[in-house]
C-alpha cells in the first residue's frame, strides 16, 4: 500500500537540519504502518516504542530529559541498538506519555543526528501540565485516509493514476468509463486503510463495510474514553448530526439541527474536539477571495466534513447497491458524498486547505474556494453532468482575478471564463491552469 506521505519522510530523511518528526492523524489512518515500512525500507534496523500502556517506558520519561539515560532505556525495551544515521527510533502513540513528547526538544538539541519519529493521534488534547508540544522543535507531517490517487495504486490500477494524473487530456477522456466505475468503488470504499484493504483482498464491498462499522465503533469508544459523560454525549450528538447537514441543499452547519433547543455555545467545543482529533474538517466561510484565504474566514460560518468518504456512507447507512447501480451513487444525500469527497482529496490530495464563500443574501454559493501559488481557485462541485454553473459565473464576474474550477462528470475543458475537470482527475493540478 503506498502512501503519498513516504516522500515527505525520505525527505526529510536527508535533511541536512532534521528535527524530530510527528506524523500526526486520527486513529486508524495508517500512522503506524506508515513509520515501520519507512524504517524497514530505509533503515538498517528500527527501534519501536509503544507507549500504550507502557508503565516501564512512561516511568522512564517521568524521571527526567537525560537523551543518554533515556536511549539505554529504549535499547533496553527494543532489543535495538540505537545508531544515529542507522536506526530510526519511533515512538508510537505518544500522546499517551506527554513527557516523551516533550522529549522530542531535548533530543534535537543533544542529538540532532538521530531519526526519531513520533506517531500520535488527539496531539494537543492529551497534553498534561508540566509537559507540552516542542514547539519549533519537530517537523509535524499529517496523514489522512487515502486519496483517490492512493486507492487507485492499492487496488492494482496504478497505471490509470499515471494515466489520470499527466498532460493529456484526451487520455484521460479515453479511459474516463473505467475511472468513473473506480471513483464510484472509492465514494463506497473510502480511505480508511482496513476498509481499502479488505475490499482489495475480498473484492467485495461487504468486506470493506464491515471494516467501517468496526472504526466507527472504536471511534465512538476512543470519545467515550477521553471525555466526561456531558462532553461525550455532545461530541456523539455532533458527530451523528453530519450526515444531515451534509445532505441538505444549504451545507451550513446549524446547531438547531443537532437536536431541539440545541445551542452553539453548548456544541462548539464539541467540534472543536472532533477537528483537534481529526475525525472531523470544518470549513469556514470567507467573505470575499482575499489573500490570505484565512484573513477573510468567519469562524461563526462553517460546514462539516467527516474525515473519510467511506466513513460518511457508512454513518448515513448507504447500501451497496448505490455503488452497483452506477450513477446513481453521484446523487445519494444530493450530492453530499461528492462534496465530501471533493474536500477530502482538496485537503489530503491535494495539500490545500479548504474554504467556501456565500452571499450574505444567501441566493448563491461556491462550494469551496482554495488558494496556492498559482493563485485563488473558486470551486463548483457537481455530482454528474449537470454543468449549470451560475453561482460561479456571478462569482467569477465580481472577482475577475480569480480562477473559476468546475469538478464534475464532464470530462475536461476550458471555456472563456472557467475550467470544467473530471472529479476523478480532481488531483492533476497540471488542468487546474496553464
Partial sequence: MERQLMKRLDEWRDARRRKPVVVNGARQVGKTWLLKEFGRTRFARVAYVNFDNNAAM??????????????????????????????????????????????????????PGLHLAA?????????????????????TLDLYPLNFDEFLDATGNGFLRELLLGDDPAAIAAFSAKASALLRQYY???????????????????????????ILADYRLDISKHLRADEVEHVLA????????????????????????????????????????????????????????????????????LLDVGLLGALSGLKERAVIEGSAIFTEFKGSLTEQ???????????????YWSAENGRSEID??????????????????????????TFAGKYPDVDPLRFS??????????????????????????
Wanted: charged share 20%.
Fill in 119 to 139: 506517531a500520535g493521534s488527539l496531539l494537543g488534547l492529551t497534553i498534561h501540565q508540566g509537559t507540552g508540544f516542542p514547539v519549533g522543535n519537530a517537523t
Fill in 409 to 434: 462528470m464532464s470530462p475536461f475543458r476550458v471555456e472563456s471564463w472557467m475550467r470544467n475537470i473530471p472529479l476523478y482527475a480532481l488531483q492533476n493540478r497540471k488542468l487546474w491552469a496553464d
Fill in 368 to 393: 469551496f474556494l482554495v488558494q496556492s501559488d498559482e493563485g485563488t481557485f473558486p470551486i463548483e462541485v457537481k455530482a454528474e453532468e449537470n454543468l449549470r454553473s451560475k453561482s460561479l459565473r
Fill in 341 to 355: 469527497y471533493v474536500c477530502q482529496q482538496l485537503l489530503s490530495g491535494c495539500g490545500l486547505a479548504p474554504y
Fill in 58 to 111: 512512561t516511568e522512564l520519561f517521568e524521571g527526567g530529559y537525560d537523551v543518554q539515560r533515556l536511549l539505554l532505556g529504549i535499547q533496553a525495551e527494543t532489543g535495538q541498538r540505537v545508531v544515529e544515521g542507522e536506526t530510526l527510533v519511533i515512538f508510537d502513540e505518544i500522546q499517551e506519555c506527554p513527557r516523551a513528547l516533550t522529549s522530542l526538544k531535548y533530543f534535537r538539541e543533544n542529538m
Fill in 188 to 214: 463506497f470504499v473510502g480511505g480508511m486503510p482496513a476498509a481499502v484493504l479488505a475490499f482489495a483482498e475480498e473484492g467485495n464491498f461487504a468486506a470493506a463495510r464491515r471494516e467501517q462499522v468496526q
Fill in 238 to 305: 455532533v458527530w451523528d448530526s453530519v450526515p444531515r447537514h451534509l445532505g441538505k441543499e444549504n451545507k451550513k452547519f446549524v446547531f438547531g439541527q443537532i437536536r431541539e433547543g440545541a445551542r452553539a455555545r453548548d456544541y462548539r467545543s464539541a467540534i472543536t474536539w472532533l477537528a483537534q482529533a481529526g475525525l472531523a474538517v470544518p470549513v469556514r466561510r470567507v467573505s470575499k477571495p482575499g489573500m490570505p484565504l484565512a484573513a477573510y474566514a468567519d469562524d461563526g460560518a462553517f460546514k462539516l466534513f
